[in-house]
């Protein structure tokens, strides 16, 4: 594939994984990416996963052709990106490796050798000359691990922005924000301050196309990813929104959640979603709990504390740094009603948390006053977010 007239796609789509990083189901695959720079000198930006070698390989002879490749960028040393960095060398032995110190370090844990002899080491801001293209090296510390850079071609204005603005999914044509906002929060989202950094840097560029590692190249409305990534990497809701996140073992507490998205739907909320989190992929879930404005929690106590798929929920949640939120919670115990008390205490370090004043008791099943108690919270939830929680600054203290 063609990105500008010297650039070149040579990544590969997996469409048998099931799980990528053992953990996000991913039913339209993954796609890893790896780009070709053709210019005086050569260079190759990453490699891709272990199963596609001989893909990639013949991928990057058929943009070679006779030539050889100068150098091997490496922006990422997880191992759907570097695991052919061998292969790679055994192939093209002349070739020289650019990456950051930590990038280097890391080489040696992976294949016993930091490469000394064959490499460039470079940090923020040092720029690599292809010929007529300019490559400049922009750390992109912890987006998502210490090693990261991202690249920047000023000749053809291309952005080679490492796994920021990736998403899962092998078909290019598919809606990339969903896909996105899923892979986003579940591997980056921890990494909000550092993505805030590298937006600082690159909003200073003139980009016409962003070459991630995973899912398309984007090459129209930029703003709108950029956008997306400021929002998302500043806790911020994207959208006025109500998610429901229950489980329920008996169907109590379903019905509480039900009743509630009718008593908000009946208020005019456009948005509610509901979602059992026992039968929910998790990522999707804690995706739309970062995108959405305001969050019911509703469950049981179970062995004293909370049931499980909630537990794990909230901890998804606070790893990443939920805050600024307004969070409302429905509580069913039917010999221990404290599951409330449990779920707001798994939240007492996330910033910018406006709790709801209703608080949904059910003693095992629905009786009339948990009707009344959902509706007051319905009205509680329908008003507008509070100014204070739209603009309070989560990264203030650290
Ligand atoms: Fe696709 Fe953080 O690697």
Redo the contacts with the bound molecule.
């Keep these: 594939m063609t990105i500008t007239e010297d650039i070149k796609y040579i990544g590969v789509n997996d469409y048998k994984i099931d799980l990528f990083e053992g953990m996000y189901v991913v039913p339209e695959g993954m796609t890893y990416n790896s780009y070709v720079v053709m210019d005086d000198k050569i260079a190759v930006l990453d490699t891709v996963d272990e199963g596609f070698t001989k893909e990639w390989l013949a991928n990057l002879q058929r943009i070679l052709g006779k030539r050889k490749p100068d150098y091997l960028i490496v922006q990422?040393m997880?191992p759907?990106?570097s695991s052919n960095i061998m292969h790679l060398i055994e192939q093209f032995p002349e070739i020289i490796l650019v990456a950051s110190s930590k990038a280097f370090t890391m080489m040696g844990n992976y294949f016993g050798t930091d490469f000394k002899e064959k490499r460039i080491v470079v940090s923020d801001g040092d720029v690599l000359s292809l010929g007529k293209h300019k490559l400049t090296f922009l750390s992109a510390l912890m987006v998502?691990?210490p090693e990261v850079m991202v690249t920047y071609d000023s000749t053809d204005r291309v952005l080679f922005s490492a796994?920021s603005f990736?998403r899962f999914g092998a078909d290019k044509e598919a809606d990339w924000t969903q896909e996105a906002a899923r892979y986003y929060f579940g591997?980056v989202g921890k990494y909000g301050i550092p993505v805030q950094k590298l937006l600082g840097k690159i909003t200073e560029l003139t980009i016409e196309k962003i070459c991630p590692?995973?899912g398309p190249v984007l090459s129209e409305n930029l703003e709108y990813y950029i956008k997306l990534y400021d929002i998302w990497s500043s806790y911020r809701p994207e959208k006025e929104g109500v998610l429901i996140a229950y489980t329920s073992v008996y169907g109590n507490t379903k019905e509480a959640a039900l009743l509630l998205a009718k008593a908000l739907r009946k208020r005019g909320c456009e948005t509610v979603l509901v979602r059992d989190l026992a039968r929910s992929d998790m990522s999707q879930v804690v995706a739309e709990a970062f995108r959405y404005s305001k969050l019911v929690l509703a469950t049981t106590t179970y062995n004293t504390f909370l049931f499980p798929p909630m537990r794990e929920f909230i901890s998804w949640l606070t790893e990443r740094n939920f805050s600024n939120r307004i969070v409302a919670f429905i509580e069913n115990g039917s010999w221990m009603p404290t599951a409330a008390m449990h779920m707001k205490e798994q939240l007492k370090e996330s910033k910018g948390i406006i709790f709801a004043k209703e608080c949904v008791k059910i003693m095992s099943a629905i009786h009339e006053e948990n009707s009344m108690q959902i509706e007051k919270l319905a009205e509680e939830l329908s008003k507008e977010l509070p100014e204070e929680c739209k603009e309070i600054d989560i990264f203030e203290k650290k």
């Design positions: 990422h997880e759907d990106h998502h691990w796994d990736g591997i590692l995973h």
